[in-house]
């Protein structure tokens, strides 16, 4: 079942979006749809790639057992 979602605008906002789906033939229902989902889908595809990105610098890091430890710090 669809929902309705709305947003509120200055006149010029309105007018700048209905002259531009009408210019390109578009809905503007549609329009705002997807452009808000392909906003989302970009932000994930960012934050997926910073998770990636921290993994491989986590692997990356040294890592020192108990006597290494002691040893540098003089114990």
């Known amino acids: 079942m669809a929902t ?13 979006i ?5 210019a390109n033939n578009l809905n503007v229902s549609s329009f ?12 994930l595809q960012i934050n997926e ?5 921290a993994r491989r610098a986590l692997r990356e890091e040294p890592v020192y057992d108990h006597e290494e430890v002691w040893k540098e710090l003089g114990i």
Do not use: G
């Open 4 to 16: 309705t979602i709305s947003l509120r605008l200055s006149e010029d906002e309105s007018q700048m």
């Open 32 to 43: 705002i749809r997807n452009l808000v989902l392909d906003t989302i889908e970009d932000e």
């Open 18 to 22: 209905q002259a531009y789906v009408a």
């Open 49 to 53: 790639e910073r998770i990636l990105a």
